[in-house]
């Protein structure tokens, strides 16, 4: 059986599964309709005038980041928010003169992005809100050596202490302590919120979710942005558990106490532009007069670095923390691939040589299935002129055709279907490699040898150009680089070595499937092309030396 027609009907076929599965068993959707806070308190957040975000932040009264932190921005005393962001350690694009990634930002900005955490109370008390003006009694800024504390009294004699610390990384610890020094025992319940305004732009792939994100009840929830808007609100409770909003590659995380009962979920609104709230609330408090009550939890802001993700799932005992990165339902393969690349990349220096040592790994892993493969087509081709025989003889007597074509595999010792089992093993193999590349951090902006500098994007260079001889830039469409090309080369090499389909017109069919594939492979990330190309040719030498000694 020709292994390239094999592999086109496998990868089609398992495309349609995927598409199939995504829309038959969706992501967790189905919770219930409570909301955690009313539509008026989503809607406070405005955008009256918009201003430049370094004016915003200038002129609030700010406790900034350290400098030892790998966060550079700073917290509003306004609200107690978090809402000045800047990641140092990542930058837009791979120029050099480009900007950090900025996450959040503050209210009346372009795309207002910020997280707040507060107390709610059914009873006629004065508790801090967005207006709030926080007072700083030690500290004087927030890094891995130093923490720092902010109090608010209210009116009825309620103090709030807020102590805040943040590890090496992007973990920050909220320790909130409320003293009730009234006259009379009061009822509270604490909350913690991400706004965010307007809907940002996502990669536009299927594969990959963008969004309201959480894990309740030990399941991951996931809930594109139109699909909240046209639902409106949605929470569960839960013991523990974790919610948020994803970018691609960064994250803005809850994680309230692993131990508490909470009501998590989201929220939207459309009103001129499109908002969008991730929340929890916990159980209510009872406070006598003169008792004090502390509650603990935690912020993730930052990248999603995988062994980040790992270690705070650990510490804290946060169920499923890693499935922020979005490794998808092949998770069992995709996770333990990456791990593998991650692990080889630290060994080798360059994610596309742990690239090229993985492709090595897995032939290794497969090579008994494919030398009794290529054995079998080996042998299928030396077979290709008996069976164009029997075809021609009995082209009238298609029962008679297969017949005698069987009796010829069994005389031969000939397992026809024998072809087709590597290239099934490899298929999942292909997707999860395809999901490392596509969503993990770790590859993004890794560059490779020559002009490929970002594994993770399409080779950037066309023959349409004479690959940048000339500045003149084609259509998307049309940038077909130079890894593709090398990965048609090695396809057409390797069909010339497999047996043609005794079909005219299938093998005509067949003969353009390097072509097809180097316009598919084109849009692919290059890392992937460079997988492929390299499996090719290790393909091609194991089955030339094959045929060499079966003569």
């Known amino acids: 059986m020709n292994e390239q027609k094999n592999l086109l009907l496998a990868i089609v076929a398992s495309l349609i599964i995927l ?91 372009l795309n207002p992005y910020f997280v707040e955490f507060g107390w709610m109370s059914q009873e006629n008390i004065s508790l801090p809100n967005k207006n709030s003006v926080w007072k700083l009694v030690e500290g004087k800024e927030l890094g891995p050596e130093s923490h720092i504390t902010i109090i608010w009294t209210s009116p009825d004699g309620i103090e709030f202490l807020r102590k805040i610390e943040i590890d090496k990384n992007y973990l920050i610890t909220i320790e909130q302590k409320v003293t009730n020094i009234s006259e009379k025992d009061i009822n509270l ?57 994803t970018d691609k590659y960064w994250l803005a995380a809850l994680i309230p106490a692993q131990n508490s009962r909470i009501e998590g979920g989201f929220k939207a609104v459309l009103k001129n532009i499109e908002r ?42 946060i169920e499923m923390f890693d499935r922020a990165v979005d490794f998808g339902w092949f998770y069992v393969i995709t996770k333990p691939l990456f791990l593998l690349l991650h692990k080889l990349s630290g060994l080798l220096g360059n994610v596309g040589l742990s690239i090229l040592a993985l492709t090595v790994l897995i032939r290794i892993l497969l090579f008994p299935l494919a030398n009794k493969s290529f054995k079998s087509m080996s042998k299928m081709k030396i077979l290709t002129p008996k069976m164009t025989e029997i075809r021609e003889r009995y082209k009238n007597d298609k029962l008679k055709m297969q017949q005698e074509i069987m009796s010829l595999y069994k005389s031969e010792k000939v397992n026809p279907l024998s072809g087709c089992l590597p290239i099934l093993i490899q298929i999942p193999i292909f997707f999860a490699l395809y999901k490392v590349l596509f969503v993990t951090l770790e590859t993004r902006h890794a560059p490779f040898y020559g002009w490929v500098k970002d594994l993770s994007a399409p080779d950037p260079t066309t023959i349409f150009n004479l690959f940048g001889l000339f500045s003149f830039m084609p259509p998307s469409f049309l940038m077909i680089g130079a890894w593709p090309l090398l990965m048609a080369l ?62």
């Open 19 to 109: 598409m199939i599965f995504q829309y038959l068993f969706p992501t967790e959707r189905n919770i219930s309709e409570d909301n955690v806070v009313s539509e008026t308190e989503l809607e406070e957040i405005t955008q009256e005038k918009i201003l430049d975000r370094e004016e915003v932040v200038q002129n609030n009264n700010r406790i900034y980041f350290s400098e030892s932190s790998r966060i550079k921005g700073s917290i509003s005393l306004k609200g107690a928010r978090f809402d000045d962001v800047i990641l140092k350690d990542y930058k837009e694009t791979i120029e050099p003169q480009t900007k950090q990634v900025t996450l959040l930002s503050p209210n009346n900005t």
């Open 189 to 245: 319940t604490q909350y913690g919120r991400i706004n965010r305004t307007g809907t940002p732009k996502t990669s536009g792939f299927y594969i990959l979710h963008e969004g309201p994100i959480a894990v309740l009840n030990d399941r991951l929830i996931e809930i594109d942005y139109d699909d909240i808007i046209e639902e409106g609100s949605k929470t569960i409770i839960s013991k523990g558990g974790w919610v948020g909003i």
């Open 276 to 317: 969008y709230q991730a929340q929890y609330t916990s159980n209510e408090i009872v406070l006598e007069k003169g008792g004090t009550a502390t509650v603990k939890s935690n912020l993730f802001v930052g990248a999603k670095e995988v062994d980040l993700l790992d270690k705070y799932s650990d510490l804290l005992s």
């Open 490 to 551: 090695t396809m057409y090499l390797q069909q010339k070595l497999n047996p043609a389909p005794p079909d005219p017109l299938q093998a005509k069919i067949m003969s353009f499937l390097p072509l097809m594939f180097l316009f598919l492979f084109a849009t692919f990330p290059a890392g992937l092309v460079i997988y492929w190309t390299w499996n090719n040719v290790l393909s091609i030498g194991q089955q030339w030396i094959i045929m060499k000694k079966i003569k």
